[in-house]
């Protein structure tokens, strides 16, 4: 992360991170979740650094977490309009050479210590315990739909179908540009995601032959 880029985070989570009874600023709250989350510090280690006290170390990183979604999710993860699903198929279209798609979805483990009491909820088909980001992403590798946290024993299609996002796709309320032409003279082909064979065949989901 560039200064520039951490200046800009700063600005943006200062006041919703800003307690004015503490000692603990702004920039130690944001510098010490970020070590956690961009390097897998641990708890320990970081209270140790900061010589606060590891229950507050974690306090920080979960109120810090929930800030930076709650704030940046609306500017960096917002929901495309009808223009830019079609400047994302021009972008497919152009990098990739794959008409009328406006995004690629996939789920990814995330491998996690199990949580206790939580039986066999996280253990996934590859044998180790994890939660799964859903995401829907563009031609260029941006995120423009994710959804964070389910079960890693749940199929990424069954998370798929449960997301605001797969709610959305299924019922056709996305704005997804007009149906075109994949070719000159062809009859009219809907816009389409991308995924693997985990996710049903649709209208608008494409996924490989078997």
């Known amino acids: 992360m560039t200064r520039s880029v951490y200046n800009l985070l700063l600005t943006l989570v200062a006041d919703a991170l800003r307690k004015p009874r503490q000692r603990i600023g702004v920039e130690e709250r944001v510098s010490l979740t970020l070590l956690h989350l961009g390097h897998a510090a641990p708890i320990q280690t970081l209270a140790w650094s900061y010589k606060l006290g590891r229950t507050t170390v974690r306090n920080i990183i979960l109120e810090t977490c929930d800030v930076f979604w709650r704030l940046l999710s609306p500017i960096y993860v917002a929901e495309p309009t009808e223009e830019q699903y079609k400047d994302i198929a021009n972008d497919f279209q152009t990098m990739w050479n794959m008409a009328n798609c406006v995004g690629a979805i996939d789920g990814k483990h995330i491998a996690l210590q199990c949580p206790r009491k939580s039986g066999s909820m996280f253990f996934n088909y ?25 079960y890693g024993s749940q199929s990424d299609a069954g998370i798929f179908q449960v997301s605001e996002f797969g709610q ?11 149906d075109r032409p994949l070719r000159s003279g062809a009859e009219p082909f809907p816009h389409f995601f991308v995924g693997d064979n985990a996710f049903p065949l649709r209208r608008n989901i494409m996924m490989p032959y078997s």
């Open 126 to 150: 590859k044998k180790f315990h994890s939660i799964v980001l859903m995401a829907a992403c563009d031609a260029k590798y941006t995120f423009t739909a994710v959804s964070i946290g389910s």
């Open 168 to 178: 959305s796709l299924i019922s056709n309320t996305l704005p997804l540009p007009p």
